[in-house]
C-alpha cells in the first residue's frame, strides 16, 4: 500500500462550480498536511498548510483534515479558470524533513 | 519578495555531457532539497541538505551529485546525463520549524539531446 494515495483525474468542472480534492494515507505517524498548486511548467505553489484535524479557511480555499479516517480534503469554492492547474497533497512525518506526494489531480475549470 | 530562485529554467545538454543546476534563496532557511519530477507524476526527492549535512536518497543514482558552499546556495550537478534524466528539476527549502512547509523554485526543466 502507497503512503498516500490521490486519484490522479482527470477532474473537469464548469466555472463556479464547487470542486473537491481528496488524499489518503496509510500512516498515523503522518502529522502536517499540505496541499500545493502547480500550473504548468512552474514549480509547486503552497496553497494550505495544517497539522491537527478540522477545517482551515483561507478564502476560496478549504483545507480538512480527518486524522482518524487518515483523509484530507480541498475544497475550492465558486471555481475560476484560473483555478486549473495540478494539486498536490503532501504530508510529513513528525520530526522528518521530507514530504510524500500524492500524484496529483489534475483540474480544468471551463468558462 | 523572499525567494527560491532557479537558473536557468530551461536547460538543453548533450547525451553524457556533465551540467549543472543552480539554486539560491533568500529566505534564510536551513533545510535545502533537489526533486526530481517527470511529466505527469509527483516530484520525486533526490537528496537534501539540513545545513552542511548531506542527506541522500537510496534510490537516488550514483550520476547525481549535489554541492552547498553556503546558505544561499545550492547546486545539483548530473555527472554524464542519460535520456531518462529528461525532467523537471525542483529545489525546495524549509525551516528548522516543523510547522512551517516546503516552499518550492520555479524548477529548470532539462533536457537531453
Known amino acids: 500500500q502507497k503512503e498516500v494515495e490521490q486519484d490522479p483525474g482527470p477532474l473537469s468542472v464548469p466555472e463556479g462550480a464547487i470542486v473537491s480534492l481528496n488524499c489518503t494515507y496509510s500512516?498515523?505517524?503522518?502529522?502536517?498536511f499540505m496541499w500545493y498548486r502547480q500550473y504548468s511548467r512552474k514549480g509547486p505553489e503552497l496553497l494550505m498548510y495544517t497539522y491537527s484535524s478540522g477545517n482551515k479557511e483561507d478564502g476560496r480555499f478549504t483545507a480538512q483534515v480527518d486524522k482518524s479516517s487518515k483523509y484530507i480534503s480541498l475544497f475550492i469554492r465558486d471555481s475560476q479558470p484560473s483555478d486549473s492547474a495540478t494539486y498536490l497533497c503532501a504530508i510529513r512525518k513528525g520530526g522528518s524533513e521530507k514530504l510524500v506526494f500524492g500524484k496529483g489531480t489534475k483540474l480544468t475549470v471551463n468558462p | 519578495d523572499a525567494m527560491v530562485i532557479q537558473n536557468p529554467r530551461y536547460q538543453v545538454t548533450q547525451f553524457g555531457k556533465p551540467v549543472t543546476l543552480s539554486c539560491s534563496q533568500t529566505?534564510?532557511?536551513?533545510?535545502m532539497y533537489w526533486y526530481q519530477q517527470k511529466s505527469s507524476q509527483a516530484p520525486k526527492l533526490l537528496f537534501h541538505?539540513?545545513?552542511?549535512?548531506?542527506?541522500n536518497e537510496a534510490d537516488t543514482p550514483d550520476n547525481f551529485q549535489s554541492r552547498r558552499p553556503n546558505t544561499s546556495f545550492c547546486f545539483l550537478d548530473i555527472r554524464s546525463p542519460g535520456l531518462g534524466d529528461a525532467a523537471m528539476y525542483l529545489c525546495?527549502?524549509?525551516?528548522?520549524?516543523?510547522?512551517?512547509?516546503?516552499?518550492f523554485g520555479d524548477g529548470t526543466r532539462l533536457s537531453i539531446l
Open positions: 500512516n498515523s505517524a503522518f502529522q502536517y
Open positions: 541538505y539540513y545545513d552542511k549535512d548531506f542527506n
Open positions: 525546495a527549502t524549509s525551516s528548522r520549524d516543523p510547522h512551517q512547509p516546503q516552499h
Open positions: 529566505l534564510n532557511h536551513n533545510v
